[in-house]
């Protein structure tokens, strides 16, 4: 077997910067929540859906929405904000400020 492929792999990762994701369907929150819920991370850690806030919210647009939500997430896909314009809801985002130590 040649040298090269005899010595061990080393290079770039992005393990330690990425940001990971919890992710939520809408159809999951249209079984879920009754109509005009204002809908939110900790909300969802009552109900089970997510373990911890540790990880950011991240809404995808699966499912149809036929409710009006207030949603309050971290990220929210393309789809997931048009479809929860168009039942008449709100999609805001949560934004978390990083404060650096001088």
Do not use: C, W
Not at 54 to 72: Q, S, Y
């Amino acid at each position: 077997m040649p040298l090269l492929r005899r010595i061990p792999k080393r290079g770039f990762t992005n393990r330690k910067f990425r940001t990971e994701y919890y992710y939520v369907n809408l159809g999951q929150l249209e079984k879920l929540f009754d109509a005009g819920t204002e809908i939110n991370p900790d909300l969802l850690i009552q109900k089970k859906m997510i373990d911890n806030t540790n990880l950011d919210l991240k809404v995808l647009g699966g499912g149809e929405l036929k409710k009006a939500f207030k949603i309050r997430a971290h990220k929210f896909s393309k789809s997931a904000i048009e479809k929860i314009k168009s039942a008449g809801g709100s999609a805001e985002e949560i934004v978390v400020s990083v404060i650096k130590a001088e």
